[in-house]
């Protein structure tokens, strides 16, 4: 009989405070070690644009939205927590980043915590470590974004849906509607749940469910009510609806929409040797149920470490935590499908960081299938994706993509931080053309890039469109860089057809090439600065 409370399961995780904030620190740890070099850098791209302004916006002013940057409805979690935080520690990009990355541990914790649940502890190990240092997953640890923070309540949520605890479910669910709005999608997938155990005679007390099914919605209206007689509007602006909601209702773009979050979620990244991995072990365990073994598969498959840590006997502890993997796989599932089919239909970017919410219970799946495999096959195949996942961290593809999916963010920043420093010490008063995220980082010192405004004018972007109206007269120095990821062997360039619906459907344009624009203005070449296939180039007229 193992010592009392000794359990490997969620509900050991959730009662013992000092062993869930001992897992919590020790990740932390491990992670800001790992993120050390990242962790003075100055803020990027939309956290630039919109997440550090709105969050100073309440550190200064109370300021639930924000009138530095153009509110875009966002639920105001994230940025309330990173204005706490400063008002602790001092507002610096270090408290930041140590900020975001405490919440990334805590969901990694969570994920185990999860794991141990409904499948093996060396699924669980798995599972946690795959996910920590998945590419997105690791860059996106410790930048100020909302969706790695909405992945941890989402992850309590389920946890606590499975354990029949509707309070903690309705903390957790409000939490993560608070952090981003479109955590709402977990609430059907709850309810469709919550139905389906009742059919199975599973029903928990109606009155109960209910209310904790409900209660994120009572939040999550209170804002938009509070966000509406502010602004106007319930969400967003006219340009934020625009380019999110309006633009891409069509049949056509919700179907490439579609492939690409599909791509996103089951190959980008070295996700496929895993998806691979479990399509094996399903095969695998229906072989297994052929054969009539389908207790041995339960017991040997899903929790082989605990059969002589359950008080119960093997038999009974096995057909619970299969009952409960079963029940983890229809949520997961569900909230898989929900995420994508949403993603699908609105969002103007296609970025993969807004799946964030549904990888943790992604990789438990996948791992916990893996898992079913010869012991020596699933730790080799795991062991490989992990390989691939740390060498992913450095290794771009060859088409475009965010670079904030993996490392490439930090040499976008050192290179703009060259620029930046590069400009600031030339004569004051140079008007200089550029498009946004480099206009924000020459004119706002508190991003971290200049320690005075220097005047700016902004381009759209780096299209030739972009320059069809820019006259010569309004600039004299012009800082280009390369605002998207495109390699000289772009494989989108080889399918026209692709590249035909990415300029249809998504907005996709080549960068206008340097030397036109140089015997177009009359320009020379001031400075260039390179670092792993990125550039920025200075020029100033003759």
Known sequence: MPPRGRRYGGKLLMRSRPLTIVGVMGTFAGFLLLHYPLLRLPYFWDEAGYYIPAALDFYRSWLLIPQSTLPTGHTPLVMVYLALAWRVFGFSPLVTRAAMILVAAGTVVALYALARRVASREAAIWSALLLALSPMFFAQSSLVYLDLPVAVFTTLAVLALLEGQMLMFAVTASLAVLTKETAVVLLPVAWVFVWRRAKAGQALPLKKTWLALTAPLVPLAAWAFYYHHVTGFWTGNAEYLQYNLYATLSLGRIFWSLLRRLYEVFFGGFNWLLVVGAALGIWRGRAKEGNGDIEAQKIAALAPQERSEKPQGPQERADEKARLFRDFLFLAGGMGAAYVLMLSVVGGAILPRYLLPIFPALFLALVALVCQLPKVLARSLCAATLACFVGAWFINP????????????????????????????????????????????????????????????????????????????SFDVLYLYSRKWEPPSNWLAQFPYLERVQEHYFDYAPQIGADGLAARYGLRLLARFEQRGQWVKIYKKQ
């Open 398 to 473: 060859s088409y475009p993509f965010p670079y904030e999916d993996n490392l490439a963010y930090r040499d976008f920043i050192h290179l703009h931080q060259q620029a930046a420093q590069f400009l600031e010490a030339r004569p004051p008063g140079e008007r200089i053309l550029t498009a946004w995220p480099a206009t924000d980082e020459l004119a706002r010192p508190f991003l971290g890039y200049v320690d005075r405004p220097l005047r700016v004018v902004p381009v759209q972007g780096f299209t030739a469109q972009d320059f069809g109206d820019v006259s010569g007269d």
